[in-house]
């Protein structure tokens, strides 16, 4: 995989060069290029934004040097042999971003950051190359940053992650919080490891017995608790088919029942009265 990533601060972009996507570039599984996009400016004081149309406060990042930044990186990437590029835009206004989305992402051979500063970068930017490449206007969360540098990081490290060699044990991420299949709009549930007591703690005993399938079982018991306390907005989404008995027979304990009404609004699951403590 191929990413590309534009910006004024290029030296925001050193992580990238430690932990797993460190050691995937180092391998060879991920090619980065960052650019300093004052490189395409041509006035003395290497300005890249103006003063937005319609006044109002803040400061917009202009036309020209993200157009010729873009089409110098898309030029260099073709000639190398990249292929099949798609333009991701970290906003606060775009889709937001998931494990689901990581996935999809992960799929692609080569991507291109814009992360902006500022109001961000004139609408006619994003426009043009939408013309020309897809692309994914992705938020990282219900806040804003001082500028979208820090989402790329986001980004590269959950889509990095998902590429074959990248995880010492390819398996790592089946059972991830979100993850396709089983756990699908579900949270993982908590971990332990040794030792089996700490500061008078100890752990499930369930976990020391052995038996798979009852481990199996309270891990997806957790899982949906965790769900159900932290993020009640996700269980509500769940598609009761997703669902077996043991974990209806749970989810009822914490106070949940399918919802017949609520599939036309989003919703599949309601509230009861005997929420667990």
């Known amino acids: 995989m191929r990413l590309d990533v534009v910006t004024i601060f290029p030296e925001y972009l050193e992580p990238l060069n430690v932990s797993l996507v460190g050691k995937a570039r180092a391998r060879g599984q991920l090619n980065v290029h960052v650019h300093d996009l004052r490189s395409w400016t041509h006035d003395r004081h290497h300005t890249v934004d103006d003063t937005p149309y319609g006044g109002g406060p803040g400061m917009v990042m202009k036309t020209d040097p993200w157009g010729d930044a873009l089409d110098s990186v898309l030029a260099d990437g073709y000639e190398t042999g990249a292929r099949e590029p798609a333009l991701i835009v970290p906003t606060p206004s775009g889709r937001p971003f998931t494990q689901e989305l990581a996935v999809h992402l992960s799929e692609r051979p080569w991507l291109i950051f814009t992360p902006a500063r500022y109001e961000g970068i004139d609408r006619r930017v994003v426009d043009e190359y939408a013309a020309r490449i897809p692309v994914y206007e992705v938020s990282i969360g219900d806040y804003v940053l001082a500028g979208g540098e820090a989402a790329v990081l986001v980004v590269t490290e959950a889509v990095a992650r998902l590429l074959p060699g990248v995880l010492g044990n390819a398996e ?40 798979h399938g009852r481990i199996a079982r309270w891990r997806r018991d957790e899982a949906l608790r965790r769900t159900t306390a932290n993020r009640p907005d996700l269980i509500e989404r769940c598609d009761p088919r997703a669902f077996d008995k043991k974990d209806r027979e749970m989810l009822s304990v914490l106070g949940w029942e399918p919802d017949p009404a609520g599939e036309p609004y989003g919703r599949f699951w309601r509230r009861t009265g005997g929420v667990e403590e």
């Not at 919080?177 to 005993?205: C, H, N, Q």
């Open 172 to 211: 790592s991420h089946r059972d991830d919080s979100f993850a396709p299949g089983a756990m699908a709009g579900l949270l993982e549930g908590p971990v332990y490891t040794k030792p089996p007591v700490w500061r008078d703690r100890g752990i499930p005993e369930v976990l020391l017995s052995g038996h």
